[in-house]
């Protein structure tokens, strides 16, 4: 059986490598962006559009906030019980571009001691889960610093 690897959710983001970015929704109307998309409504109270187009978000934006989970969050969180809990960091993402704050686990490895209010990151593809026949694809959040610091060192 051949190993697939699935997003789970579906829309919510594309690509791979550098060109991996989320997808959100703009309003014809009043330009406001929405992620998670939207696809029926406007979300702004006070705009009666209801033609959103897609639009890939900004690959790159600054910390607004971020904070340890340092317990096995509840359902829809796909995650074996019988496996040991690993804490990882989520942080909140503020793209400037889209006036908009997006919410993402930290890349694997990077931790609240790497990170920094106001410190830019960029989204890269990520893994939330696999099992035998499926890897289940997400986002992470990953400083820059990193990024520059890993091509300086040869890895990433």
Not at 41 to 55: H, V
Not at 111 to 131: I, N
Request: proline share 8%; net charge negative; hydrophobic share 35%.
């Amino acid at each position: 059986m051949s190993h697939t690897r699935t997003p789970v959710v579906e829309g919510w983001f594309t690509g791979e490598g550098n060109d991996f970015r989320l997808l959100g929704t703009r309003c014809s109307t009043c330009a406001a962006v929405f992620f998670p998309r939207e696809d029926t409504f406007c979300r702004n109270p006070g705009c009666a559009g209801g033609e959103l187009t897609e639009i890939p978000l900004s690959p790159r934006g600054r910390v607004w906030s971020y904070t340890d989970s340092r317990y096995r969050p509840p359902s829809p969180y796909v995650t074996d019980p019988e496996l040991s809990w690993k804490p990882y960091a989520l942080i909140a993402v503020e793209l400037e571009s889209e006036r908009l704050v997006v919410l993402g686990q930290a890349a694997p490895g990077i931790t609240v001691a790497d990170l920094a209010v106001g410190m830019e990151v960029e989204v890269v593809p990520g893994v939330l889960h696999e099992d035998a026949e499926t890897t289940w694809t997400t986002w992470h959040w990953r400083p820059t610093a990193v990024t520059a610091r890993a091509a300086k060192d040869g890895g990433w």
